[in-house]
């Protein structure tokens, strides 16, 4: 395996968190932006569909092996969505404050709140591996009217754990790390690579 990978995302809270997980497998992690890849289109409607486009995009342009990650919420009332929708589910320019009004406007209609985070990772070795290394996450709560806690981002605040008794955005970085679906996706795609 490689011992320099790039990570097919400028997100620095993203890359943080990937580097702790795999720290122990000795591997260099780079952002994109390190290498002036420019952002991948995403232009599927599944998460594994547009993590395989943007980690072969970066793997064609840098000649290294890439992760990349898609993620999102999934409403089972609204039949997945706003899934791989969610940081525009309000429409442009994405904002987290109108994506959290849409959806709990959006929800009013409905009975069932149960959502999940989704996450699925892909590591390639090449642009064009055959055989990619796929990890997935999944993380269930349900929808709450009225947000709660400063932590997180996105859709935390509304997004309660009922086996937790609080929202995702109550929860301090460390517990969010260790439970979140990215986490687990993390875990998985590790165990994988060793």
């Known amino acids: 395996m490689s011992k320099k990978i790039v990570l097919a995302s400028n997100n620095q809270g993203k890359l943080k968190e990937m580097r702790e ?11 994109q932006s390190e290498f002036d890849v420019p952002d991948a289109p995403e232009p599927y409607f599944t998460f594994l569909e547009n993590a395989l486009n943007k980690a072969r995009h970066a793997a064609k342009l840098t000649g290294l092996p890439a992760i990349a990650d898609d993620s999102g919420i999934c409403v089972n009332a609204l039949g997945g969505a706003p899934g791989v929708f969610s940081a525009r589910f309000a429409g442009e320019p994405k904002s987290d404050a109108r994506n959290n009004e849409h959806l709990i406007a959006t929800l009013k209609e409905h009975q069932d709140r149960s959502a999940y985070y989704y996450c699925v990772l892909v590591y390639v070795r090449s642009e064009s591996d055959p055989q990619p290394v796929i990890a997935d996450g999944r993380w269930d709560g349900e929808i709450i009217a009225e947000p709660r806690g400063d932590a997180g981002f996105g859709y935390d605040p509304h997004f309660y754990l ?6 995702v955005a109550e929860l301090d970085a460390t517990q969010k790390n260790q439970l979140s679906h990215r986490a687990q996706a993390l875990q998985e795609l590790m165990k994988k690579l060793r």
């Open 162 to 167: 009922p086996s937790l008794q609080c929202t």
């Open 21 to 31: 997980i795999l720290r122990p497998l000795d591997v260099s992690l780079h952002t």
